[in-house]
């Protein structure tokens, strides 16, 4: 199974944006943790991050077009605002699984609904980078 992961705006800012919240690891220490566990499961993984809506939604485009088969999603605030992201979800036709590495239902008000969740076959909140394995675990089982 091939599995892309596709990070939204600031992930990229893992380790330096709000430790309090996200800790102190990078966005390169997080692709490490997903790839090990990956290839523990057998899956193979592909990397995507952009601040940008439109170059999300292209991707998602070009990774379903190139026979990707499923997707880990965070999308950041866009997760919260995007309906042009939730949209091409649904359009790939693939299972894709929402993770968010802080609590959304403990943050500020306007964070505790995802516009994307709901092209989701499930949502995984609130457990830091394990929460990507625990992401990895439920589509490989698909």
């Known amino acids: 199974m091939k ?9 990229d ?22 790839r090990t566990e990956a290839k523990r499961l057998g899956c193979s993984t592909v990397f995507f991050q952009s601040a940008h809506e439109g170059a999300l939604v ?7 077009d190139r026979g ?16 042009a ?3 091409a979800l649904k359009a790939a036709g693939r299972p ?3 993770v968010h ?3 959304i239902k403990k943050r500020e008000k306007f964070r505790r609904k995802s516009m994307t969740a709901g092209a989701c076959i ?9 929460g990507y394995g625990e992401a990895l675990r439920l589509l490989a089982k698909l």
Do not use: C, Q, W
């Open 68 to 83: 990707v088969d499923a997707f880990i999603v965070n999308f950041g605030a866009y997760s919260h605002t995007s309906i």
């Open 101 to 103: 590495i802080s609590d």
């Open 58 to 64: 292209d991707k998602i485009h070009a990774l379903t």
């Open 13 to 34: 800012r893992l380790g330096k944006r709000e430790p309090g919240i996200y800790g102190t690891a990078t966005l390169a220490d997080l692709e490490k943790f997903i």
């Open 122 to 130: 499930a949502m995984v909140s609130g457990k830091g980078f394990p």
């Open 85 to 87: 992201l939730h949209d």
């Open 96 to 98: 894709a699984v929402e």
């Open 3 to 11: 599995i892309a992961i596709l990070h939204g705006p600031n992930l």
